[in-house]
């Protein structure tokens, strides 16, 4: 089955540095791959995916890319400001009949 | 206007107790999950449905049965209620009128406390 690695664990950055997350998948057939934000205490929030016929994507500051052939993606969040400490979670997804498998989470902190 | 929606948002409860976790969304969704969060935050799925139909059923133990009345409402029982069992858990729903994928919508969890 589908396993996701994500790295690092935990990352504190200055408030308007650039965060970076990575992970890694071991199914070269997973086609899907979202990214959560879960702030203390709060649900998890879907903020940006991707599919595997794409290399990259933007949504302000935050953008992911997937490099299928190294079977990784990763996360950039640009210009942090404190509202982005959170716990952020990647997953990838085989097909519609298995579960979205999820990474172990990144806490991100953001000082200012 | 809430989006998907469960209660309770607390839960105590004694070991052996049989207690249910409702969960409802409006959002017009095909497919509502259920997810365990641990101590970790680590998110493991439990449940899939997709129109009612279980779709994934994550070797969860016999004693979680959902039940999806219709495809708005996605409920959780458990039964004889044990230590290992306390945890956060998330409802969520998606668009997905094929099968399950992955969730877009989380409930604000369940706190599950089991003394």
């Known amino acids: 089955g589908e396993n996701v690695e994500q790295h690092p664990s935990t990352l504190s950055v200055q408030e308007g540095d650039s965060a970076v997350i990575k992970c890694t998948y071991s199914?070269?057939?997973?086609?899907?791959f979202p990214w959560y934000k879960q702030e203390l205490g709060k649900r998890p929030q879907l903020i940006i995916d991707?599919?595997?016929?794409?290399g990259e994507k933007k949504d302000q500051r935050i953008a992911v890319t997937l490099n299928k052939t190294a079977k990784h993606f990763s996360l950039h969040i640009t210009e942090t400001q404190p509202e982005d400490s959170a716990v952020y979670f990647c997953?990838?997804?085989?097909?519609?009949?298995?579960?979205?498998?999820f990474g172990k989470g990144t806490r991100l902190s953001v000082i200012a | 206007d809430t989006a998907v929606s469960q209660t309770p948002k607390y839960l105590v409860t004694q070991m052996g107790n049989d207690k249910s976790i409702k969960c409802e969304q409006n959002?017009?969704?095909?497919?509502m999950y259920w997810y365990k969060q641990d101590s970790k935050k680590f998110l493991k799925i439990m449940f899939s449905?997709?129109?009612?139909?279980?779709?994934i059923n994550e070797t969860v133990p016999n004693r979680f049965s959902p039940k999806s009345p219709d495809k708005a409402h996605l409920n959780l029982h458990i039964n004889s209620l044990e230590l290992g069992d306390s945890a956060v858990y998330f409802c969520?729903?998606?668009?997905?009128?094929?099968?399950?994928?992955?969730?877009?919508?989380f409930g604000q969890g369940t706190r599950l406390t089991v003394v």
């Open positions: 969520a729903s998606s668009q997905d009128k094929r099968v399950a994928g992955g969730p877009t919508t």
């Open positions: 199914d070269s057939a997973s086609n899907y």
């Open positions: 991707i599919r595997s016929n794409v």
């Open positions: 997953a990838a997804l085989y097909s519609g009949n298995t579960p979205l498998v």
């Open positions: 959002l017009g969704h095909d497919t």
């Open positions: 449905y997709n129109n009612k139909e279980l779709i």
